[in-house]
């Protein structure tokens, strides 16, 4: 019965031990690599978030890589050096599924005031200024070429300088460049002091150049899309520009590869939407985060995570585990009937063995008050000790209850009694029969 409770409190201690282990290893949290272009204002984002993450502890941590521009980033995610990228939607690598939109750039064709320029048509044998925050990188080269290509302006049709945002102005004075291209968020970080450049060097509100068809150029390249600039976007006195304007834009995401688990992507997706604010206390430009689109037939491919998120379709910790926990309740179970059965056979036995004993201890206690000589009695006595030495010895024995116990030690004491009491009566005969009885006499008369 001892080894049966120990037996037991074993496994429940195992079973005890493993749920702590596995809830340890389910709470532990994860940490996704991103790749991003050090020096962007994207590589401040993502370093704000994983502060951000950090101090909240959410299950899910980001450890920033830091890569020259963001073709390498693309190609860090492609061969499985990092988990997670920050790519254009124009510049994607071909595995990448979405996991938040980070935010949407605007393509803006400013030239300086006085300047011919008009339209986009207008460009046409121009020098055009690309400012580009990383030096190395060619996106915003691109998306300059694919929006000309829609006014049949071929890329020998143009030049391109490529210019940092505190270069714009000492190029358009030393008329370097004719107009000059950008690619940012309208409202926020550099796009408002790249225009305060423009109207600096010419003293003049600049001519903003609408993109209008963007709508077109979008339905040709999906990945594109086409946005409107708002009245007053950039701030001053006129407001600039002067009037809505139209024009092409791309996304900004944080992609992931398809091999990250659903409830990991879908928890980073749920950590920047719910984090955002605190996000945008570091880096402002967090405020234009929002979920990628969840449509099957979207450009960019959503991650199942996310997707999952979204569309409320998250699986908790016991949608996702319920046939392990099932098929534990099951096992447990199993276990459980099996130890009962073990001990209830083991209790049977134990009863069996000391019925067995108290039976033979029964059948002693009158054989010995009729034993006819000292040897039988002898012989009952040896019994007596052997019952006593199994008692003790034996597993099954020692379980007893205190019942059988009990009786068992009644019975080996009256045994013993009823052995003494006979061996002191054939004692007790043998002395009588030893002395030799008087003769009566009779005296003749």
């Known amino acids: 019965m001892l080894r049966t409770i120990l037996v037991a409190l074993i496994v429940c201690l195992a079973l005890v031990g493993g749920a702590a282990t596995a809830l340890y290893l389910y709470n532990r949290p994860t940490e996704l690599r991103v790749a991003v272009a050090q020096g962007a204002q994207d590589y401040r984002l993502l370093t704000a978030a994983a502060q951000a993450f950090s101090h909240q502890h959410e299950p899910v941590r980001l450890k920033v890589v830091p890569v020259a521009d963001s073709t390498a980033a693309a190609a860090a995610l492609e061969q499985g050096s990092v988990d997670l990228a920050v790519a254009r939607s124009d510049a994607l690598p071909p595995s990448a599924q979405a996991i938040v939109v980070l935010h949407r750039n605007a393509a803006v064709l400013v030239a300086p005031s006085g300047s011919k320029i008009k339209r986009v048509a207008d460009l046409r044998g121009k020098k055009i200024g690309v400012v580009q925050e990383i030096v190395s990188g060619r996106g915003n080269v691109r998306l300059l070429e694919t929006i000309l290509a829609q006014y049949d302006i071929p890329e020998q049709g143009f030049a391109t300088v490529t210019l940092q945002p505190a270069e714009v102005e000492a190029a358009l004075r030393a008329r370097k460049v004719d107009a000059i291209f950008l690619v940012a968020v309208p409202q926020i970080g550099s796009a408002s002091e790249i225009i305060h450049q423009i109207v600096a060097g010419a003293g003049k509100p600049p001519v903003f150049l609408p993109v209008s068809e963007a709508q077109a150029i979008a339905k040709r390249y999906p990945t594109l899309e086409s946005t409107e600039i708002v009245h007053g976007a950039f701030g001053g006195d006129p407001p600039r ?156 024995l ?48």
């Open 398 to 445: 020692r379980n007893m209850d205190g019942t059988a116990l009990h009786v068992v030690s009644l019975a080996l004491d009256q045994a013993r009694l009823a052995i003494q009491e006979r061996r002191r009566t054939l004692c007790e005969t043998k002395s009588e029969g030893s002395v030799t009885p008087f003769k009566s006499i009779r005296i003749a008369e």
């Open 241 to 396: 520009p002067d009037k809505a304007l139209e024009t092409t834009s791309v996304a900004v995401l944080l992609v992931g590869r398809a091999s990250i688990p659903a409830s990991v992507a879908g928890e980073a997706t749920r950590q920047f939407l719910t984090h955002r604010s605190t996000i945008a206390a570091l880096a402002p430009l967090a405020n234009n985060i929002e979920a990628p689109s969840t449509d099957k037939n979207a450009a960019v491919p959503a991650h199942q995570g996310a997707i999952d998120f979204i569309d409320g379709n998250e699986r908790g910790f016991f949608d996702k585990y319920s046939d392990f926990f099932y098929l534990g309740a099951m096992l447990a179970s199993l276990l459980g009937s099996a130890a009962a059965a073990l001990a209830s056979r083991m209790r049977t036995k134990t009863h069996q063995r000391s019925e067995q004993l108290i039976e033979r201890l029964l059948e002693i206690l009158p054989a010995a008050r009729a034993a006819q000589d000292f040897a039988e009695l002898d012989s009952y006595e040896r019994e007596l000790d052997q019952a006593l030495v199994s008692s003790v010895a034996d597993l099954r």
